[in-house]
Every structure is written in C-alpha cells, then in structure tokens.
C-alpha cells in the first residue's frame, strides 16, 4: 500500500469526509493541525513529509485523514483475498517439496 498521499492524490481518490479540490484539502490541513496541531508536534509521529519534485508542498499518511476517508483508502488499496478455487490451483501447481 502507498504510504505518502499528496492533496492531489487525496482529490483524485474521491474520498468520503475529504473536500473536492487540493486547495480545500490544504485548508482542512492546516485548520486541523495535521503539520503544526498538538497531536503531531513536531513531526514527530512522521505523519507528514515535504513533497519532493515540482511544486513542492506536503504529503500525508494515512493517520491523520478522518476516519470515513480512512476506511475507505484501506478498503479500495487492501489486495483482494483468493477464492477458494484460486488457491486451490496455486497449490496444484506447486510441487511436493514446495508445498512443505
């Protein structure tokens, strides 16, 4: 799963609880304290980094999105589980030894 998540890519995921536009994603930021609140000072949890490339700007983990854009970003990134089936031919193929 992708750690570091820029405004941009927040706007572009659709995410429930989370405004519509970068700009509006960095307003919420910056009311909420993601970079300067008393839950993160400092940095120190590692909940944001300075984006690098063109542009510049910030980037955020997972942690300090509202719990409904959360949920959903863990939802639509989580790897889906094999079927019965698929797993049963994964191990038909493999042989004896490889199966131990």
């Known amino acids: 799963m992708q ?3 820029s ?3 927040l706007v572009a995921l659709g995410l429930p609880g989370l405004p519509t536009t970068d700009r509006a994603i960095q307003i919420m930021a910056d009311r909420k304290g993601w970079r300067t609140g008393p839950q993160y ?3 120190e949890k590692g909940v944001w980094r300075r984006r690098a490339g063109r ?3 910030y980037e955020y983990r997972i942690d300090v999105l509202p719990i409904a ?3 959903a970003l863990v939802m639509r990134t989580a790897k889906p589980t094999p079927t019965r089936d698929q797993r049963a ?3 038909a193929a493999l042989s004896r030894e490889e199966r131990w």
Request: hydrophobic letters at 30%.
């Open 3 to 5: 750690e570091w998540w």
């Open 7 to 9: 405004p941009a890519d």
């Open 41 to 43: 000072p400092d940095n």
């Open 55 to 57: 542009g510049g700007g």
């Open 69 to 71: 854009a959360r949920s």
């Open 89 to 91: 031919e994964a191990k």
